[in-house]
Nanobody, 126 residues
Framework: QVQLVESGGGSVQAGGSLRLSCAGSGYTYSRDCMGWFRQAPGKEREGVATILTRGGRTWYADSVNGRFTISQDNAKNTVYLQMNSLKPEDTAMYYC???????????????????WGQGTQVTVSS
């Protein structure tokens, strides 16, 4: 049974920073892809950043590119999302997920990820 547990969410003012963590357990760290997704009230869940666990290739949504950084610590089975220069529109529930690669790449589609954490809330005030 794969388990993913997020932490690090909270409330910050615009321009602030947060680092989210996602600790994985219940499997050898052999998932092709790890991703961070977010869902704001009334909106669909969207991909924020992904990382190919072997090789470290990353992808970012345009809205966060240059502000967010995804990274991994394979020894700790943990993936991180460093979020800088936060904006009110970054307010959402953030989820980490594990899934398979498609043709050697990590996708942004929620349908390609089959293990999800419970989420951690990020609130950015103006």
């Amino acid at each position: 049974q794969v388990q993913l547990v997020e932490s690090g969410g909270g409330s910050v003012q615009a321009g602030g920073s947060l680092r989210l963590s996602c600790a994985g357990s219940g499997y050898t760290y052999s998932r092709d892809c790890m991703g961070w997704f977010r869902q704001a009230p009334g909106k669909e869940r969207e991909g924020v950043a992904t990382i190919l666990t072997r090789g470290g290739r990353t992808w970012y949504a345009d809205s966060v590119n240059g502000r967010f950084t995804i990274s991994q610590d394979n020894a700790k089975n943990t993936v991180y999302l460093q979020m800088n220069s936060l904006k009110p529109e970054d307010t959402a529930m953030y989820y980490c997920a594990a899934g398979g690669a498609q043709f050697g790449r990590c996708t942004r589609s929620v349908y390609d990820y089959n293990n999800w954490g419970q989420g951690t809330q990020v609130t950015v005030s103006s």
